[in-house]
């Protein structure tokens, strides 16, 4: 299995960006995919999941209303729209899957299997 994340950057307060993460190897369409991110010294961090099938969709209270998670199973991808971006939005971000994952474990980052090598995103003020 391979998760490939990209589409970080260095953008300014109130900048958008979007990332997208690129799935191998698992059966895409019956997966849940998260986002995380981790800033400098801190602990990693739920940031947004979809779940498969779409049906269910969890925001940290942080970015909800500005980020905005999808997925396109025709190609394997998943997307993450950041808006409004903020300077403590500043970290790195990881995409991360699973197939076995239960609905009230969404947030939990180990419950997923599988992780990508994470992309940088800074927000200069």
């Known amino acids: 299995v391979q998760l490939q994340a990209s589409g970080g950057g260095l953008v300014q307060a109130g900048d958008s960006l979007r990332l997208s993460c690129a799935a191998s190897?698992?059966?895409?369409?019956?997966?849940?995919v998260a986002w995380f991110r981790q800033a400098p010294g801190k602990d990693r961090e739920f940031v947004a999941a979809i779940f498969r099938g779409g049906s269910s969709i969890a925001y940290a209270d942080s970015v909800k209303g500005r980020f905005a998670i999808s997925r396109d199973n025709a190609k394997n991808t998943a997307n993450l729209q950041m808006n409004g971006l903020k300077p403590e939005d500043t970290a790195v971000y990881f995409c991360?899957?699973?197939?076995?994952?239960?609905?009230?474990?969404?947030?939990?980052?180990?419950?997923?299997?599988?992780w990508g090598q994470g992309t940088q995103v800074t927000v200069s003020s």
């Open positions: 991360a899957a699973s197939q076995t994952i239960i609905l009230s474990s969404l947030r939990t980052d180990r419950s997923y299997g599988y």
């Open positions: 190897g698992l059966t895409f369409r019956s997966s849940t």
